[in-house]
């Protein structure tokens, strides 16, 4: 894959393109991690479909903002719909969200820009932010230094295999130490990266995601759930829940698999959205 930028509203964006002519695979992560935990998904592809893995600014990105440049989970939603525009992709385009609900988000707020869309073991409904990782983080984004804090722990290797706390709690093996050396370091070194994160934490509501409901069930286009059956952090009734209430909405379960499936099920999970590409 090479690595490219484009500029958007809020400042370049970084990106990977396996080019050619297949159909454009959109992988999207979720906060806290960069594009790498696409890695195997997209080893596993190969030359199927043209993968494009932007690394979001939720913390672990590299690539500076423009300066006062703020996001809230409704403006990420927008920024993923901005990056499609910018890189001039069509309606056969296949976003793929992981851990994070801005896919539903970005449907509701701009439904024609989403051709088809996978929804991976994401919070959804009430559950946000989800699970007890997820609101700890937001606790810590609302005191000073909390962040900060929060990063320095993770950076203690031994800390991360604390059961219940954490990746620790996303992952049905230990996420490995490169990764998260990789996705805590921005947090830890670049306050402006930090700043970033504690931003969109603090901009966010908790009803948001049950005020994407009723856009689900009006899109009316090609829809894949895809869930771990022992996801700690996104209850499973509410990957069902997801594919009863879309439309054409299909629902792949998971065995030995928690919240980040692409790291604990890869080459299942690349299987389903080949299918999916295909079928639809």
């Known amino acids: 894959m090479t690595t ?3 500029e958007l509203a809020v400042g370049p964006i970084a990106y990977e393109d396996t080019g050619g002519d297949g159909t454009p695979v959109v992988l999207l992560h979720g906060p806290a991690q960069d594009g790498t935990v696409w890695r195997h998904v997209v080893d596993e592809l190969g030359a199927s479909v043209r993968c494009i893995v932007p690394t979001l600014p939720y913390g672990s990105h590299r690539t500076p903002l423009r300066p006062g440049a703020r996001l809230s989970p409704r403006t990420m939603a927008l920024l993923i719909g901005e ?3 910018a890189l001039k992709l069509g309606d056969d385009t296949v976003f793929v969200e992981n851990d994070a609900g801005r896919l539903q988000q970005l449907v509701a707020q701009r439904p024609e820009r989403v051709g088809r869309m996978v929804v991976a073991g994401c919070e959804a409904f009430d559950n946000y932010p ?3 990782p997820g609101k700890m983080l937001e606790m810590a984004a609302r005191v000073p230094g909390g962040v900060a804090f929060h ?4 950076s203690v290797r031994p800390v991360r295999r604390i059961p219940g706390l954490g990746f620790a709690v996303m992952s049905r093996r230990p996420v490995p130490h490169e990764l998260l050396d990789r996705w805590i370091e921005p947090l830890r070194k670049d306050p402006a990266a930090r700043a970033v994160l504690v931003d969109y934490l603090r901009a966010s509501v908790r009803t948001e995601m049950m005020d994407t409901v009723d856009a689900l069930r009006a ?3 090609p829809a894949l759930v895809v869930w771990g059956r022992q996801d ?4 499973i009734a509410h990957g069902r829940r997801l594919a009863e209430l879309l439309p054409q909405g299909r ?3 998971l065995d030995d698999c928690g919240t980040l499936i692409p790291l ?3 080459r299942a999970f690349a299987a389903a959205i080949e299918e999916f590409v295909t079928r639809t």
């Not at 990063?151 to 993770?154: G, P, T």
């Not at 700690?232 to 209850?235: G, H, I, K, T, V």
């Open 83 to 85: 990056f499609a525009d």
């Open 232 to 235: 700690r952090l996104n209850p």
């Open 130 to 132: 989800p699970g007890v």
């Open 219 to 221: 899109y009316d286009r």
């Open 251 to 253: 629902l792949v379960e």
């Open 264 to 266: 604990d099920q890869p």
């Open 4 to 6: 490219q930028q484009i």
């Open 151 to 154: 990063a320095w722990m993770l």
